[in-house]
């Protein structure tokens, strides 16, 4: 018997598997064309078909720029090596909500 072949990302210089932020964008894309082809079809003008598709265009295009930036900076601070913190994972003094607090209970004023 021969042994299971490896998975396509353990071989040197082969592409990686499918980007996700490619594929949402793909579909988006996608949507920027079907939803005025719809409103034509529902009857809506093409006027305001036109711009439902120029909005969602932008709107496609802010996130992908925002999902691209924020994947850079995830892999700037991978490859750092600096300590990733998830949204309630604070580290140092003041990250902890609540407690004591020095200065006494009094109202300020």
Same mark, same amino acid.
């Given at each position: 018997?021969?042994?299971?072949?490896? !998975?396509?990302?353990?071989? !040197?210089?082969? !592409?990686?598997?499918?980007?996700?932020?490619?594929?949402?964008?793909?579909w988006?894309?996608?949507?920027?064309?079907?939803?005025?082809?719809?409103?034509?079809?529902?009857?809506?003008?093409?006027?305001?078909?036109?711009?439902?598709?120029?909005?969602?265009?932008?709107?496609?295009?802010?996130?992908r720029?925002?999902?691209?930036?924020?994947?850079?900076?995830?892999?700037?601070?991978?490859?750092?090596?600096?300590?990733?913190?998830?949204?309630?994972?604070?580290?140092?003094?003041?990250?902890?909500?609540?407690?004591?607090?020095?200065?006494?209970?009094?109202p300020?004023g």
């Amino acid at each position: 018997m021969s042994a299971p072949p490896t !998975p396509p990302e353990a071989h !040197p210089g082969t !592409p990686p598997g499918p980007d996700p932020v490619t594929d949402l964008i793909r579909w988006a894309a996608f949507s920027c064309v079907l939803v005025p082809v719809v409103l034509l079809w529902c009857g809506t003008s093409l006027a305001g078909a036109a711009g439902t598709a120029l909005g969602l265009a932008a709107v496609t295009a802010a996130c992908r720029l925002l999902l691209r930036r924020s994947e850079r900076g995830a892999r700037l601070l991978a490859e750092e090596g600096a300590p990733q913190r998830g949204r309630h994972h604070r580290t140092g003094p003041g990250a902890h909500r609540g407690g004591r607090r020095s200065g006494g209970n009094t109202p300020a004023g």
